[in-house]
């Protein structure tokens, strides 16, 4: 519905200003849609083996089609040969081609032309993705997908919806983008203040409120950032003393479920018969520096010990279904012992807008380090972009869609109901705020005052 009034929208523009300036700046996904793709489709068709020839990749055919060339199609000249064109499909957002390589072509030799591509076929860019051996997907965008976000309806070809799989933003080549814990099972988010962090974090709780998991938060600031999260939340803690005494019960619980798969001689939580599994648990840790900073000298022994039950459970519990999302502002060496052990185990990441290089290099540095220039580059005006990486050396710009706190604590009342009671955890079971009232009548009225 929302398509058909934007598109109405469109058409009286046209009609009354006459303008395709204004189409495609006010909606850009329909403008691409009935003018833009096209254009881009036929300028494509007409000009792939020009443009393939120019950017150097076409190469000499095999000796036996050069031998047809000559004897069958009786033609002496034999001329180089670009990648077969398998697919050509429009998407509201851009265009998806399907190539097949030929001999001597590797994917890292189209993906250093790309800059190339994207200007000959008049795109907004080109990411190459290779989908098997010898196959290659050109993703072209037809516009800046990232300056209005609104998530696809569908997931990645390929990807298919899953326990621990959530949609949490919008990548730069118009595919979503998910945390998939069952592959990725533990991450580190970054970011400076005002930088999209929190909204990236409202995403992900919102689209794990609807899955029937158990979340478990961890917030030092006094729960500011978590508290309206509390009716879907199993545990909870505010403090550091809190902190402690919970990542104690999750280590414990830990230690029970390898108990249990040593049981059934099973090695991972997923081979356990559905009827004795236990619920995947997802620990959300906002500001993490606040566990590893200590004010006094008695105060180091909680820490150190905090920090150790944070490394066990980063090190072996993605086997029993606990997972890691670890969020702060900068984490590294200088948080103190412990903290770039930590670190090497969260191998998801994604790292906002950053006050200084060193702070991306420690997000990004280690597993793709070509990403670290793009997360300096983050305009400040465009709060929720980041750059998402992983341990495979993979990267690639993404955001967030605007969600407001009410709208993620609503999502967690509307899903309380899918909150997991887990004994161990009991303890830190969260009180329940009661829901806010819009238009409260006050008990006692005014008494106006008189001179």
């Excluded at 519905?1 to 009354?16: F, I, K, Q, R």
């Excluded at 018969?273 to 906002?286: E, K, N, T, Y």
């Excluded at 710009?397 to 993620?408: K, L, V």
Aim: positive net charge; charged residues 25%; contains cysteine.
């Amino acid at each position: 519905m929302s398509d058909l009034v934007t598109a109405l929208e469109v058409t009286g523009a046209l009609g009354a200003a006459g303008g395709l300036g204004y189409a495609k700046a006010r909606a850009p996904r329909v403008f691409w849609s009935l003018v833009g793709l096209p254009v881009a489709r036929v300028r494509f068709m007409v000009t792939y083996r020009a443009t393939m020839d120019v950017c150097g990749l076409t190469v000499q055919p095999s000796r036996l089609r050069a031998f047809m060339v000559r004897n069958v199609a009786r033609r002496p000249d034999v001329q180089p040969v670009p990648p077969q064109v398998r697919r050509v499909r429009g998407s509201s957002t851009g265009m998806n081609v399907t190539l097949r390589l030929p001999a001597g072509l590797e994917p890292a030799d189209v993906a250093a032309a790309s800059e190339r591509l994207r200007h000959a076929w008049g795109v907004h860019s080109v990411h190459v993705i290779e989908t098997k051996p010898g196959f290659i997907e050109l993703r072209m965008t037809g516009y800046d997908v990232l300056r209005r976000v609104r998530m696809p309806r569908r997931l990645p070809r390929g990807l298919a919806a899953g326990p621990l799989v959530v949609p949490v933003a919008l990548r730069e080549d118009g595919t979503a983008f998910v945390r998939d814990y069952r592959k990725i099972p533990h991450a580190l988010t970054l970011g400076a203040n005002q930088s999209g962090k929190s909204m990236y974090q409202r995403n992900l709780i919102a689209g794990l409120a609807k899955l029937p998991v158990g979340l478990v938060g961890i917030d030092c600031k006094r729960g500011v950032e978590q508290r309206g999260y509390a009716p879907r939340l199993s545990a909870f803690a505010v403090t550091p003393d809190e902190a402690s005494g919970l990542l104690d019960a999750l280590v414990g619980e830990m230690e029970d479920r390898f108990d249990l798969l040593s049981e059934y001689g099973v090695a991972d939580l997923w081979d356990l018969p559905s009827r004795v599994r236990p619920v995947p648990l997802v620990v959300l840790v906002d500001e993490v520096a606040e566990l590893f900073l200590t004010a006094a000298k008695k105060d180091e022994e909680r820490r150190d010990k905090m920090v150790m039950q944070m490394i066990r459970l980063a090190q072996m519990a993605r086997a029993v279904g606990i997972y890691l999302e670890v969020c702060g502002q900068r984490f590294g060496s200088d948080l103190g012992k412990g903290a770039t052990m930590l670190r090497a185990q969260l191998t998801g990441r994604t790292v906002h807008r950053v006050n200084d290089k060193q702070t991306a290099e420690m997000g990004l540095g280690d597993i793709a380090p070509d990403a670290v220039f793009a997360v300096t580059t983050i305009p400040p005006d465009r709060p929720g972009v980041a750059v998402a990486g992983d341990s495979s050396g993979r990267w690639s710009r993404i955001r967030t869609p605007a969600m407001t706190p009410a709208e993620a604590v609503a999502v967690c009342r509307q899903y309380a109901h899918l909150t997991p009671h887990i004994p161990a955890l009991e303890p830190f079971r969260p009180v329940i705020p009661a829901e806010p009232v819009a238009d409260a009548v006050p008990l006692v009225k005014p008494v106006p005052v008189t001179e």
